[in-house]
């Protein structure tokens, strides 16, 4: 039986904590730029009811780079493969809300048990089968840096290039529709950035907890305004600070950085709805 003492130590240990912080720089860009364009790529997750795609996405990204590392392959590459074959999948056989989350529902545990597979049979550390479900606090190489980071600017060129018309489709579909909007491009082109952050989230985050990271800032911006200029900027400060601080708080203690950055992340969903609540009826954001 652990103690209270014990607990606390692994929870928080700030011991040599200046050296530790140096080999996490990485670590901490990639957690920044990742917090930033998954906060703003869920503010379209939210709008387009897409929470539950996001975690469909995932297993099959766990399902890439539990392949990849098995076959000795670029892990990134392998995670970004098998969220793309989700996200496509999805985008295409979708379209309808009901088609949609059946299509996740049978792609979830097709993907976390083709993962769990690979893994059983992967002969290396036991650390990197844990680290593709929790996510690894050091396991951002320069390499890997230059990938996430790749992506990343591409996810956020994407957002801003094909912003009015997603903010369009996104909010009435059957209108965007009929005044033009090439809803069924748009709809795909979405799924395609959606699965690429979804993959280099995973390196970061694990794959059973991306969500904290493109749902729950986005989710916490929502309840604090409607505003078309506000809801993106919160949900990007949002997920910085989950990010960013979650490494931070992670470095301190001996666990896995995912329950640092989902325990920031939902603290502030929950302040954020507190003050929803309070805020509803005075102008504010709104």
């Known amino acids: 039986m652990i103690s209270l003492d014990d607990l606390w130590g692994r929870l928080f240990n700030f011991e040599n904590y200046g050296e530790l912080l140096a080999l996490v ?14 906060g703003l790529i869920g503010v379209f997750v939210m709008q387009r009811d897409m929470a539950f795609a996001v975690h469909g996405i995932s297993e099959l990204s766990f399902a890439g780079a539990a392949a990849a590392l098995l076959f000795g392959v670029n892990v990134v590459a392998g995670s970004i493969a098998g969220a793309l074959v989700a996200a ?14 059946s299509i996740i529902g049978v792609l979830m545990p097709f993907g976390l048990g083709l993962g ?3 893994l059983a049979l992967y002969p290396g550390r036991s650390g990197n089968k844990f680290g593709l479900l929790t ?11 230059v990938w996430l980071t790749g992506i990343s600017i591409v996810v956020l060129a994407g957002l801003l290039w094909m912003w009015r018309p997603l903010s369009f489709d996104s909010l009435d579909a059957d209108v965007a529709a009929a005044r033009g909007v090439p809803t069924r491009f748009v709809s795909l082109a979405f799924m395609v950035l959606l699965g690429l952050i ?9 794959a059973l907890l991306v969500l904290a990271l493109l749902v729950t800032p986005a989710a916490a911006a929502l309840r604090l305004s409607a505003s078309p200029l506000w809801v993106p900027v919160l949900a990007m400060v949002f997920g910085f600070v989950s990010a960013v601080g979650g490494i931070l708080l992670a470095l301190g203690g001996s666990l896995p950085i995912s329950p640092y950055i989902t325990t920031i992340s939902f603290t502030i969903y929950l302040v954020a709805r507190l003050m929803g609540l309070r805020t509803k009826t005075r102008p504010g954001l709104r």
């Open 25 to 38: 720089q990485n670590s901490l860009i990639a957690g920044a730029i990742l917090g930033i364009v998954g």
């Open 88 to 101: 496509i999948m999805i985008g295409l056989l979708g379209s309808r809300a009901r088609d949609r989350n």
């Open 116 to 118: 769990i597979l690979f």
């Open 135 to 145: 996510g690894q606090i050091i396991s951002v190489d320069d390499p890997q840096l």
């Open 198 to 206: 979804v993959a280099v989230s995973v390196q970061i985050i694990g």
